[in-house]
């Protein structure tokens, strides 16, 4: 009984998102407009900031994620991402942390743009062409272009018999992620080690997705969704953040 309460925590559906999508896969004009429009609004927001990123640097603009493919739910983030050549900005800030710099900026423009599509929140990323993990971006999982307007990867069913293979293997990972979630929660530990835990859940995301970039609706994809719809990454991610504030309490 409990493992089929918990594969309920992972939809797959027939359709596309219809907050995006219609009914032929086509993406809402509408939906493409206001994407375009926040990420070019991150990119004049990172040129204010002084980042040295040109028009003519952007390679392309994508939507990927689970609401370009069938396994979204309601939680799921229309995910964008800017490709860019990042050769000068990597040069002005040779001394720092540019994927650091980039997230830091990233959180920061979500905070000042409550900006939302099709009724979801934005998460917005800034890919280097350059880096392994961006250089053959159309491979990873299902891709539409809004600069060439359609799809660079489109997204596949997978049959029965592969999704009931994929949940058996993911029910077995969302149990040991469950455990060390309720054990970090236990034992009190400090908000550095669950960030860091939570850092290191969304690293190895993004490895199987480019380790399998045909379908991504691999195993540990599928388990991490399991995992985020109990609520205890929220948990996780809200214990961290009253953990730092008492940490800077003046008494």
């Given at each position: ?6 594969m ?23 939906v ?13 927001y ?11 640097d952007?390679?392309d ?16 983030d ?16 040779r001394?720092g942390?540019?994927?650091?710099m ?5 959180q ?18 800034l890919?280097?062409k ?10 990873v ?15 596949i ?8 293979a994929?949940k ?8 040991v ?23 290191n ?7 199987m997705?480019?380790e399998?970039?045909?379908q991504?609706?691999?195993?540990y ?11 205890i990454?929220?948990?996780m991610?809200?214990?961290?953040k ?7 309490c003046?008494?």
């Amino acid at each position: 009984m409990v493992y089929y309460m918990i594969m309920r925590g992972f939809k797959y559906h027939k359709n596309l998102c219809p907050d995006i999508w219609d009914s032929s896969n086509n993406v809402d004009p509408l939906v493409a407009q206001a994407a375009q429009m926040a990420a070019w609004d991150f990119v004049h927001y990172l040129q204010f900031l002084g980042v040295p990123l040109a028009k003519t640097d952007i390679v392309d603009i994508i939507l990927h994620g689970s609401t370009t493919n069938y396994y979204w739910d309601n939680k799921s983030d229309v995910d964008i991402a800017i490709i860019a050549d990042l050769s000068r900005v990597a040069d002005w800030n040779r001394n720092g942390n540019l994927a650091a710099m980039i997230k830091a900026f990233a959180q920061n423009w979500k905070r000042t743009r409550p900006m939302k599509i099709g009724n979801r929140h934005i998460d917005i990323a800034l890919m280097d062409k350059h880096q392994e993990y961006a250089k053959d971006y159309w491979k990873v999982g299902s891709i539409y272009s809004l600069l060439r307007g359609g799809w660079i990867h489109k997204p596949i069913r997978l049959s029965v018999s592969e999704l009931r293979a994929i949940k058996r293997v993911a029910y077995k990972k969302y149990r040991v992620m469950m455990r060390q979630c309720k054990r970090i929660l236990r034992q009190n530990m400090s908000a550095e080690f669950i960030d860091a835990y939570l850092v290191n859940l969304r690293r190895m995301r993004m490895t199987m997705f480019n380790e399998n970039y045909v379908q991504p609706v691999v195993s540990y994809a599928m388990a991490f969704k399991m995992l985020r719809n109990t609520g205890i990454i929220r948990k996780m991610r809200d214990k961290s953040k009253k953990m730092q504030s008492k940490t800077y309490c003046i008494k």
